[in-house]
């Protein structure tokens, strides 16, 4: 890809902090805050070494930093804040798409000099990459969007239909919200053998320490997990 090109594309990872992601998400079998957060973390790590190794412009936008009521408001936030920098596309990513690769993101930014748009369609419904030009970015509409639903991927093809704004769709791919979706990803050859090692120790570390617990019966927490998708996560 031309230098010039790198230069007018941005990526963007949009994410919850670490501690939020485990209290939201349930990634194991026996519900466990640690589990939870070393599995977060894990993620999020690999989401920002994967973005960072495209070597175009990244800039992660993290709890600490997003602005807004509502999780559409705080994204479109997020845009707004890379395109006043000067950029005329951004790629915006989650934490929750393991197989997204690289070279993934170096195809979409290459369409982006073609298209004025580019989706990255999850099995669930809802968007694993969204990679737009500063000409298609409407914040308004934008930001209304049906985010954290099983309808938004739909809902901004509508959006970009509506306004004309060309488009490419990107391979499927699987994103992780809960347990048996990352049990499905760790089943699969897609992500990397150091992500999948990390992962499979941290769960069966955390399973053998319940084991034990079950041996010897102590007062355990129980806690409950909404179904908010992280984005991506979109």
Same mark, same amino acid.
């Given at each position: 890809?031309?230098?010039?090109?790198?230069?007018?594309?941005?990526?963007?990872?949009?994410? %919850?902090?670490?501690?939020? $992601? #485990? %209290?939201?998400? @349930?990634?194991?079998?026996?519900?466990? /805050?640690?589990?939870?957060?070393?599995?977060?973390?894990?993620?999020?790590?690999?989401?920002?070494?994967? *973005?960072?190794?495209?070597?175009?412009?990244?800039?992660?936008?993290?709890? *600490?930093?997003?602005?807004?009521?509502?999780?559409?408001?705080? =994204?479109?936030?997020?845009?707004?804040?890379?395109?006043?920098?000067?950029?005329?596309?951004?790629? #915006?990513?989650?934490? @929750?798409?393991?197989?997204?690769? #690289?070279?993934?993101? %170096?195809?979409?930014?290459? !369409? /982006?000099?073609?298209?004025? *748009?580019? =989706?990255?369609?999850?099995? @669930?419904?809802? =968007?694993? /990459?969204?990679?737009?030009?500063?000409?298609?970015?409407?914040?308004?509409?934008?930001?209304?969007?049906?985010? $954290?639903?099983?309808?938004?991927? @739909?809902?901004?093809?509508?959006?970009?239909?509506?306004? #004309?704004?060309?488009?490419?769709?990107?391979?499927?791919? $699987?994103?992780?919200?809960?347990?048996?979706? /990352?049990?499905?990803?760790?089943?699969? +050859?897609?992500?990397?053998?150091? =992500?999948?090692?990390?992962?499979?120790?941290?769960? *069966? +570390?955390?399973?053998?320490?319940?084991?034990?617990?079950? !041996?010897?019966?102590?007062?355990?927490?129980?806690?409950?997990?909404?179904?908010?998708?992280?984005?991506?996560?979109?």
């Amino acid at each position: 890809m031309a230098i010039s090109q790198q230069q007018n594309t941005a990526l963007l990872l949009f994410t %919850r902090s670490q501690q939020e $992601e #485990a %209290r939201v998400k @349930d990634f194991s079998s026996v519900h466990s /805050l640690r589990s939870n957060s070393l599995i977060a973390g894990h993620l999020i790590s690999h989401a920002e070494k994967t *973005a960072r190794s495209t070597g175009l412009p990244c800039f992660v936008i993290n709890s *600490a930093h997003q602005h807004g009521n509502t999780f559409g408001e705080k =994204l479109s936030d997020a845009f707004q804040q890379i395109f006043k920098l000067g950029f005329e596309n951004v790629i #915006a990513i989650g934490n @929750d798409c393991p197989s997204l690769s #690289a070279q993934d993101l %170096r195809t979409a930014a290459f !369409q /982006l000099t073609s298209k004025q *748009a580019v =989706l990255g369609p999850a099995s @669930d419904g809802g =968007l694993y /990459l969204i990679g737009l030009n500063k000409s298609a970015f409407h914040a308004v509409s934008f930001s209304a969007l049906p985010w $954290e639903t099983a309808i938004v991927q @739909d809902m901004m093809q509508v959006y970009l239909s509506d306004k #004309a704004i060309t488009y490419i769709l990107s391979d499927v791919k $699987e994103d992780i919200d809960f347990g048996k979706q /990352l049990n499905s990803v760790l089943a699969g +050859s897609h992500i990397s053998l150091h =992500l999948r090692t990390s992962i499979r120790s941290i769960i *069966a +570390s955390i399973v053998q320490q319940f084991s034990k617990q079950f !041996q010897h019966p102590i007062t355990i927490n129980h806690r409950i997990y909404t179904s908010l998708r992280a984005p991506p996560v979109y």
